[in-house]
């Protein structure tokens, strides 16, 4: 595992897009494995000003979101669709057309989990994933538990994980109970990863990371397996 400590979060942004721009120069066709939440908004901001200063072009990109709640219609200002329209495709040249996220408002999620696996088979698998870290150690929507899923499907959210997502809803009874998303399976089998941890409320997590050990309860701690992955957080994060 890469790990670099930088010093504010704009720094953690600048850096993770210095591996994006990197990897689309080398492979213009890349497929991207993008994520929502607060954290990943810096990244989308530095990649959004490289396009219009001409240093980078998404014309050729494909993109798989990591996860999308359910049920939820894609057009609802919380959902996942919408969060990666209004944060980045919208401000790019990538091919809406090309951009795929799972269905919020399939008739039947499990057959959607399936045929989400079988795009990314198709697709030749992801070049680059970009995750963030639930302060849990979640992973996507993988919640800390004695068994993982492989593969994408739907998932139940954790009360923790629901509270910290209210704030982006009216209420809490508005945030959705369920969520489609990939499993660790799908996301270990990306050839490059670059996780972004920030703020002091990610720093149990950050050092979980750091140590040796391996756990289900803590889901993040499965990135450790894979060979090229990438570590990027502040010092509100690692400090201490």
Same mark, same amino acid.
Not at 94 to 119: C, H, L, M, Q, W
Not at 139 to 153: K, R, Y
Not at 170 to 190: F, K, N, Q, R, Y
């Given at each position: ?65 990591? #996860? ?16 990666? #329209? ?9 091919? !809406? ?19 989400? #696996? ?73 050839? !490059? ?48």
């Amino acid at each position: 595992m890469n790990f670099l400590v930088c010093n504010t979060y704009e720094e953690v942004s600048q850096e993770a897009a210095k591996i994006f721009e990197a990897q689309l120069k080398a492979k213009p066709d890349s497929v991207l494995g993008l994520a929502t939440g607060s954290t990943p908004l810096g990244l989308y901001r530095e990649l959004i000003r490289a396009y219009q200063c001409g240093g980078v072009d998404f014309s050729r990109v494909t993109s798989i979101n990591l #996860d999308e709640y359910y049920p939820i219609e894609p057009t609802h200002e919380q959902s996942y669709r919408y969060f990666m #329209d209004t944060n980045l495709f919208n401000h790019i040249n990538i091919n !809406k057309e090309n951009t795929f996220v799972p269905n919020g408002k399939a008739a039947d999620p499990a057959a959607e989990s399936v045929a989400y #696996d079988e795009r990314v088979k198709r697709l030749g698998g992801i070049d680059l994933q970009l995750l963030g870290i639930g302060e849990n150690g979640h992973i996507g929507f993988n919640e800390p538990s004695e068994q993982l899923h492989a593969g994408t499907h739907v998932e139940v959210l954790t009360e923790s994980t629901r509270q910290a997502n209210s704030r982006f809803f009216a209420s809490l009874d508005e945030v959705p109970t369920h969520a489609i998303t990939m499993g660790m399976t799908s996301i270990l089998t990306a050839r !490059k990863i670059v996780l972004l941890a920030c703020g002091k409320n990610k720093h149990d997590v950050v050092m979980a990371m750091l140590d040796d050990k391996i756990t289900t309860s803590i889901p993040a701690t499965l990135l450790k397996c894979h060979p090229d992955m990438t570590l990027l957080c502040d010092n509100a994060a690692f400090k201490g």
